[in-house]
């Protein structure tokens, strides 16, 4: 690939030129550990960005929040934008991380501080590929009085037997700012969800998780559209919610059609 053994080349950066050589050596390329993997497929880094868009025309996130997905070509890593609003957010922000959370390449680019609720996750969900964390006001109720978030009807089976809700105080005290900021904080939380698909958390928000972009948009919206409709009935009546049996099958029918409001709420927001 380099035919100038000088470093010459005004492309390459000097970093690069070592690594390349070093690896074209004795030395295996993976002692790089910052070294970025092999490129994430470009139409994923498209859904994370179209995701943070939707996300935000859709109620979930305003200045806050995020959506990250494990990377298609390492399952050690995820990708996430940097710090800054999800509406904004273009390819050239979508950061890689190890699952430590230490940025791979930031560039100068700046993590988000709650990014260990990612790394975390993915390292005990397998089967996790993507994750939103937002504040999405509706879940706040649900969250703050432990009233139960239950399915309201089949779109919202994931919610299964109710998300269990995270205490930040459990782990890490009752003087924190409510922040995801550390490994060991984000660990916590991790177990909390533990094989669910959302978990609320106290005092902050909620976290969903899902086998792909598309499904976690999906949970994200339909969680807080099921908190406003269960808080409009608790306001009329005492609801008959979804039971376990019914969530389980409706969860795995939806699970078969994101593809449809998928293609709705890209449209919506690339039409603007
Ligand atoms: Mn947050």
């Known amino acids: 690939m380099i035919s100038c053994p000088c470093g010459c080349l005004p492309s390459l950066s000097?970093?690069?030129?070592?690594?390349?050589?070093?690896?074209a050596s004795a030395f295996p390329a993976a002692a790089f550990a910052a070294d970025p993997a092999p490129a994430a497929d470009p139409g994923l880094i498209d859904d994370i960005v179209t995701a943070n868009h939707i996300l935000y025309d859709q109620g979930v996130v305003d200045g806050f929040g995020h959506v990250s997905a494990r990377h298609d070509k390492d399952p050690n890593r995820y990708l996430l934008s940097?710090?800054?609003?999800?509406?904004?957010?273009t390819a050239g922000d979508i950061m890689e991380f190890d699952l430590d959370s230490n940025a791979i390449d930031a560039?100068?680019?700046?993590?988000?501080?709650?990014?260990?609720i990612h790394g975390e996750i993915y390292k005990v969900r397998p089967?996790?590929?993507?994750?939103?964390?937002?504040?999405?006001?509706?879940?706040?109720?649900?969250?703050?009085?432990?009233?139960?978030?239950?399915?309201?009807?089949?779109?919202?089976?994931?919610?299964?037997?109710?998300?269990?809700?995270?205490?930040?105080?459990?782990?890490?005290?009752?003087?924190?700012?409510?922040?995801?900021r550390s490994n060991a904080i984000g660990k916590a939380l991790a177990?909390?969800?533990?094989?669910?698909?959302?978990?609320?958390?106290?005092?902050?928000?909620?976290?969903?998780?899902?086998?792909?972009?598309?499904?976690?948009?999906?949970?994200a919206i339909y969680t807080e559209v099921n908190a406003r409709t269960e808080i409009q009935a608790l306001s009329i009546g005492k609801p008959t919610f979804l039971n376990d049996k019914e969530a389980a099958a409706a969860m795995k029918t939806n699970d078969g059609l994101v593809e449809r409001p998928w293609a709705l709420?890209?449209?919506?927001?690339?039409?603007?």
Not at 107 to 116: A, N, S, V
Not at 154 to 163: D, E, K, R, T
Not at 265 to 272: G, L
């Open 14 to 23: 000097r970093r690069g030129f070592f690594a390349t050589a070093l690896a």
């Open 82 to 89: 940097r710090s800054m609003a999800p509406a904004l957010v």
């Open 107 to 116: 560039r100068g680019r700046t993590p988000y501080l709650e990014r260990f």
């Open 127 to 180: 089967d996790v590929m993507a994750i939103v964390h937002s504040h999405s006001p509706a879940v706040l109720p649900f969250a703050d009085t432990y009233v139960k978030l239950l399915p309201m009807n089949h779109i919202a089976g994931f919610l299964g037997a109710g998300p269990p809700v995270f205490e930040i105080r459990a782990g890490a005290g009752a003087a924190t700012d409510m922040l995801v």
């Open 191 to 219: 177990t909390t969800l533990g094989s669910s698909q959302v978990a609320l958390m106290r005092g902050h928000g909620s976290v969903a998780a899902a086998q792909s972009v598309k499904h976690v948009v999906f949970r």
């Open 265 to 272: 709420w890209k449209q919506r927001v690339a039409s603007k």
